[in-house]
């Protein structure tokens, strides 16, 4: 047996390591370190340390493990201490007990794969990285956030911290709906008014119901965002790409696809930054008429407008047609996971069933939060901040593009928190450009990126709700990206996000860009 000597706190230091018996002298080793914790915690280290050791399999099925007294002995700690470890362990079938015969690990436990939690590390490391869809974090109004907690929940009365409205807080849904009236031009009823988390789970309650009223399709911008097809083919609709002409989404290939409803970001497009004309958002909403369709409007930054003031929303000229969806991901954070949708009447009360069954409602305290941030005016103060700091930025980047790279065209709107940029075609191929680009440590974004893959596509027609004279003039239709539409294809289309980078940061990324990519 061991000999111990009295070490700092009362515990025992061991003077040898048993040897005899390779299951004990293996125990030993793994449970050492539960004897040097806090006297309070030994317990408890003490049962993590031996479950932890048959999970991973340090310690195998089948191995008796040393008498309560002997590992006691040989840890320094009281005997009473590790029956009560062994009798939890027994209890919840790490270990089996058999009465005369010892202590033995059990057969239930299987230890689950290892897997790295993090990406593997890229070849080279990012210095400067322009993809798009990154707000500019350290912006978040960190000390008005923080008074406005404090402040509501010093007063938030008990009760409110119980399961929420699933449509959320009538509260926020009014501040919201007041907040979208007055600066986006939506018609927004309270009432109508569903609290979610993002445009995310918008469009995943519109898609699921939308599935279950017997649609098998769903219409996306082509280009477009490539989260909105993962998030409809989830919930069992099948994606149509739907090409784009110099006015928003092309009549022809809709109308020709079969589909009833279409995900749009008509007041500024992702990603080619045009805003849809007045033209072709009556044709849209003809269209949704017609075919007794719906319009899914995505308004994910429709408040940062640098040129003029922001188109207003498409539902506003036809509520029972467009739902319109946003969220404070691009202005607050999208970490706070909050957003909304306005819903067409018809379709309410389905989607606010199915928000209870997915999550039971937002976090209360949050939505309270939110109100409240509204209410006081910090909201539209947090909106004016940002659109100060992204219109430099955006001017900055123009200008930058413009010195280190002569010819550049920048389109799109003046809006927004990326560009859209063709550099001449000496700075081609695409591919290479990419290249070049990541060996010099800056992550560009190509619009080819943006293309939407995927399910059944044809020119915007999916198989389950198109006729095969549909498919034909689908077929036929012009497509934004093939050169039909008149524009120079030969250059490099970038998408650049710049709003989480500085000026300063902007400038030096396409100093980097240009000596790693000059032709």
């Known amino acids: 047996m061991a000999e111990h000597l009295e070490g ?48 991973a399999g340090r310690l195998a099925a089948g191995t008796r493990l040393p008498s309560s007294r002997d590992l006691a002995a040989d840890l320094g700690v009281s005997r009473g201490l590790v029956t009560e470890a062994y009798e939890q362990l027994t209890a919840e079938g790490y270990l089996r007990s058999d009465r005369g015969s010892g202590t033995w690990v059990g057969e239930a436990a299987r230890g689950g794969v290892r897997t790295a939690h993090e990406p593997a590390p890229r070849s080279a490391a990012v210095q400067m990285n322009f993809r798009p869809g990154t707000p500019d974090l350290s912006l978040f109004p960190r000390s008005a956030w923080a008074a406005t907690h404090k402040s509501v929940l010093a007063r938030l009365p008990h009760q409110s911290l119980g399961y929420p409205d699933p449509r959320g807080l009538p509260a926020l849904r009014t501040q919201l709906a007041a907040l979208l009236t007055r600066r986006r031009g939506v018609v927004a009823d309270p009432g109508c008014l569903v609290v979610c988390s993002g445009v995310t789970q918008a469009t995943a309650l519109l898609g699921s119901v939308l599935y279950a009223h017997g649609l098998r399709s769903m219409g996306v911008e082509d280009p477009g965002s490539p989260s909105h097809g993962p998030v409809f083919t989830g919930v069992g609709l099948d994606m149509a790409a739907l090409p784009l002409d110099a006015e928003g989404l092309a009549m022809g290939p809709l109308r020709a696809s079969g589909v009833r409803a279409v995900m749009t970001t008509p007041a500024h497009q992702f990603p080619t930054g045009i805003a849809y004309s007045a033209r072709r958002r009556i044709e849209l909403l003809d269209w949704a008429r017609a075919v007794d369709g719906l319009i899914i409007e995505d308004d994910y930054d429709g408040d940062f407008r640098y040129d003029r003031a922001p188109v207003g929303a498409l539902q506003g000229l036809d509520p029972d047609r467009v739902a319109y969806s946003g969220s404070v991901s691009k202005s607050l954070a999208p970490g706070l996971r909050l957003g909304w949708v306005v819903v067409p009447q018809r379709l309410l009360e389905e989607v606010v069933e199915r928000k209870r069954t997915m999550d039971l409602g937002n976090p209360a305290l949050d939505q309270e939060l939110l109100a409240d941030f509204v209410d006081r005016g910090g909201y539209d103060r947090q909106l004016r901040r940002c659109q100060r700091a992204y219109r430099e930025r955006r001017d900055t980047l123009v200008r930058a593009l413009d010195l280190h790279f002569p010819g550049t065209q920048v389109s799109g709107i003046a809006a927004g928190l990326h560009i859209i940029a063709r550099l001449p075609a000496r700075y081609g191929p695409e591919e290479a450009f990419r290249e070049r680009a990541a060996r010099a440590g800056v992550a560009v974004r190509l619009l080819s990126d943006q293309r939407m893959t995927g399910g059944a596509v044809l020119a915007g027609v999916v198989g389950t709700d198109a006729t095969p004279a549909q498919r034909r003039a689908a077929a036929a239709g012009t497509d934004s990206t093939d050169g039909t539409d008149g524009t120079d294809r030969t250059g490099v289309d970038l998408v650049l996000g710049y709003a989480h980078l500085s000026p300063s940061e902007i400038a030096r990324g396409v100093g980097l860009l240009a000596g790693a990519c000059a032709p």
């Open 8 to 55: 700092p706190g009362g515990v025992r230091s061991p003077q040898r390591v048993p040897t005899g018996d390779r299951p004990w002298s293996t125990a030993w080793e793994l449970l050492l370190p539960a004897a040097a914790a806090p006297a309070r915690q030994r317990g408890r280290v003490l049962q993590s340390a031996l479950r932890d050791a048959v999970r």
